[in-house]
């Protein structure tokens, strides 16, 4: 990356929501087995496709395919000993596994959260640090960088942006693209055959609705709150135990961008898990996903009328 553009901004709490994604990347609560390592896209080191969908949910639309290739190109995913991907810069001053000019980062490869600064530097691992050499930090600031710069709708020129030459921008869109088609693959876009599971407990939920509550609490610690069971028989899953709502603001009201880029990162870890997970389907801000139809994507919904109705509140998922 060889431009720098300044833009004012303050690493606060809108991307600590990623520090759980990266978390469960790393292998936290979810480690990661021979089976799983088998879901990743082939090529990508493990632990990185999940940072890259999570940082993707951010900028709405666009493909995470995008900045894996970035990343490919940029450093192999982090990999590449060249001088800059791990310390100090290379000849062109740019640094780190998305190769940020230090300028365009903030003026320092280490800036602290909550300071003001010109620059994309982010905390994507939630340790109170923007770090240009840490990859959760900068695939969520690379992120950042091509929605500001029109992403997903003027996505070869943000491309572009990223580094001036239109032989790097026909690079990276043919390499998404081979991203795209080594993934047809996953689990999680396969045709699911998960029998439904019974309540028991007195928490009245299947024992596969209580392991993805768990899991989700204990990842991204959902601050206001978890519905799950209600008796009030609406055709749904709750009664029965399958699903959980994860609530993202108070009383009906909007959540902040901050809470709303939580949303995004437990929906993107949820499509990542699903079929592990058995899930049913996802449903968030007025849209639809199910892993039957992945490769559809989201789907837009009707206008319920309020909210909540509308998912905007909270990320519904409900299970097999």
């Known amino acids: 990356m060889t431009i720098a553009v300044a833009l004012l901004l303050v690493l606060a709490s809108v991307p600590l929501a990623l520090a759980f994604a990266a978390r469960f990347a790393a292998g936290g609560a979810l480690p990661t087995t021979a089976a799983e390592a088998q ?27 995008v900045l894996a290739a970035i990343g490919k190109i940029e450093s192999d995913h982090g990999r590449s000993r060249l001088p800059g991907v791990k310390s100090g810069t290379n000849d062109a001053g740019a640094a780190g596994p998305m190769q940020f000019l ?63 030459s239109w032989a790097y921008v026909a690079n990276v869109l043919a390499q998404a693209e081979r991203y795209r088609q080594a993934g047809t693959a996953k689990p999680a876009n396969a045709r699911q055959n998960v029998a439904p599971e019974q309540q028991d407990g007195q928490d009245m939920l299947t024992p596969r ?21 209600r008796p009030i028989e609406d055709g749904g899953e709750h009664p029965r135990g399958r699903a959980c709502d994860f609530m993202l603001s108070r009383g009906g009201t909007m959540p902040s961008a901050g809470a709303q880029a939580l949303g995004d990162a437990i929906a993107a870890w949820a499509q990542a898990n ?47």
């Open 39 to 65: 879901s990743e896209v082939a090529g990508l080191p493990p632990g990185f496709e999940p940072l890259y969908r999570a940082a993707a949910a951010t900028c709405p639309g666009l493909d995470w395919q």
């Open 102 to 164: 230090i300028s365009t980062w903030g003026g320092s490869a280490r800036i602290k959260a909550g300071s003001r600064f010109n620059g994309y530097a982010s905390d994507g691992d939630g340790d109170g640090w923007g770090d240009v050499y840490n990859p959760a930090d900068a695939i969520l600031a690379a992120a950042k960088y091509l929605c500001e710069h029109g992403a997903p709708r003027a996505l070869r020129k943000a491309v572009y942006a990223y580094n001036r």
């Open 209 to 229: 609705t209580r392991h993805m509550r768990n899991l989700i609490k204990q990842q991204f610690g959902v601050p206001f709150g978890i519905g799950c069971y």
């Open 274 to 320: 699903a079929n592990r997970l058995g899930i049913y389907y996802i449903i968030w801000k007025q849209r639809i996903w199910n892993p039957r139809y992945a490769d559809q994507g989201w789907r837009p919904m009707g206008d319920r009328g309020t909210i909540t109705e509308n998912h905007f509140d909270h990320v519904h998922i409900s299970v097999h």
